[in-house]
């Protein structure tokens, strides 16, 4: 008798350990916010080849914007491997994982996402950005990470880089600052720790300075070229197809 009530006990105790734990990782996939790491919702019988609405990105991310329309050739002057054609859902989650996703031309301008494109104060960005102007007279590199506040632009025309900008919110410091402010950023009073004026010890304190975020970095975005926060919002844009390939 006392043998059948400790097993009847043991199996309850059991039962109750697992419908807690079960309670737990239902909850806790729930918490999953894929708006804002889309890669999580890819899945291998994903549709690719149909051609979709373009879906907005931007934020924890790399891109480029380079004038031109035509996306082959784009592809074939950043050295893609492995390139086929994509839609918008499929290429957009794939560029947060290890792809690169070439949209179709808008207004003009292709944008090449991806986090494995280069780190913004790299040479080779620099270089990407000098081939590219060359060929298509302008292209720009935006890049922006929440975790450490990193916040980075740079703009190149026929051949030369005019203007980079990139701050670290986490050391609160510039990585870079170089060339002529745009008309655009004249509207900032950007914080630059590279000038005299940042010499002086209440340099962070004045309420006049603009210290860059994610949407700074979306603003100069949609003056210079495209704002990819609200492509999705656009409803003068057809279905279309981009590139993804792989660096």
């Given at each position: 008798?006392?043998?059948?009530?400790?097993?009847?006990?043991?199996?309850?105790?059991?039962?109750?350990?697992?419908?807690?734990?079960?309670?737990?990782?239902?909850?806790?996939?729930?918490?999953?916010?894929?708006?804002?790491?889309?890669?999580?919702?890819?899945?291998?019988?994903?549709?690719?080849?149909?051609?979709?609405?373009?879906?907005?990105?931007?934020?924890?991310?790399?891109?480029?914007?380079?004038?031109?329309?035509?996306?082959?050739?784009?592809?074939?002057?950043?050295?893609?491997?492995?390139?086929?054609?994509?839609?918008?859902?499929?290429?957009?989650?794939?560029?947060?994982?290890?792809?690169?996703?070439?949209?179709?031309?808008?207004?003009?301008?292709a944008l090449v996402c991806g986090n494995e494109l280069p780190d913004g104060?790299?040479?080779?960005?620099?270089?990407?950005?000098?081939?590219?102007?060359?060929?298509?007279?302008?292209?720009?590199?935006?890049?922006?990470?929440?975790?450490?506040?990193?916040?980075?632009?740079?703009k190149a025309v026929e051949g030369k880089v005019i203007r980079i900008y990139?701050?670290?919110?986490?050391?609160?410091?510039?990585?870079?600052?170089?060339?002529?402010?745009?008309?655009?950023?004249?509207?900032?009073?950007?914080?630059?720790?590279?000038?005299?004026?940042?010499?002086?010890?209440?340099?962070?304190?004045?309420?006049?300075?603009?210290?860059?975020?994610?949407?700074?970095?979306?603003?100069?975005?949609?003056?210079?070229?495209?704002?990819?926060?609200t492509l999705n919002e656009r409803a003068d844009l057809p279905l279309s197809?981009?590139?993804?390939?792989?660096?």
């Amino acid at each position: 008798m006392m043998t059948d009530k400790l097993t009847t006990i043991s199996i309850l105790s059991l039962t109750i350990v697992f419908i807690f734990t079960f309670i737990w990782i239902v909850k806790r996939n729930k918490s999953v916010n894929v708006e804002i790491i889309p890669s999580l919702v890819i899945k291998k019988e994903m549709d690719k080849t149909t051609p979709d609405l373009p879906l907005g990105f931007g934020y924890k991310i790399s891109w480029m914007a380079v004038k031109t329309k035509n996306i082959q050739m784009l592809s074939q002057l950043l050295k893609l491997k492995k390139t086929s054609i994509c839609n918008w859902k499929y290429g957009i989650n794939a560029a947060y994982e290890n792809s690169i996703f070439i949209t179709p031309s808008i207004d003009g301008w292709a944008l090449v996402c991806g986090n494995e494109l280069p780190d913004g104060d790299s040479n080779e960005i620099q270089e990407i950005l000098i081939t590219l102007s060359k060929e298509f007279h302008e292209a720009q590199f935006f890049s922006t990470h929440r975790v450490t506040e990193y916040h980075c632009w740079i703009k190149a025309v026929e051949g030369k880089v005019i203007r980079i900008y990139s701050y670290v919110g986490e050391s609160g410091e510039n990585i870079s600052v170089n060339g002529k402010l745009t008309d655009f950023e004249k509207k900032f009073n950007l914080i630059n720790t590279f000038s005299k004026e940042a010499e002086d010890s209440n340099y962070f304190d004045r309420e006049d300075l603009t210290i860059p975020d994610e949407e700074l970095v979306m603003q100069i975005a949609g003056n210079w070229s495209l704002n990819p926060t609200t492509l999705n919002e656009r409803a003068d844009l057809p279905l279309s197809l981009g590139i993804l390939g792989k660096r």
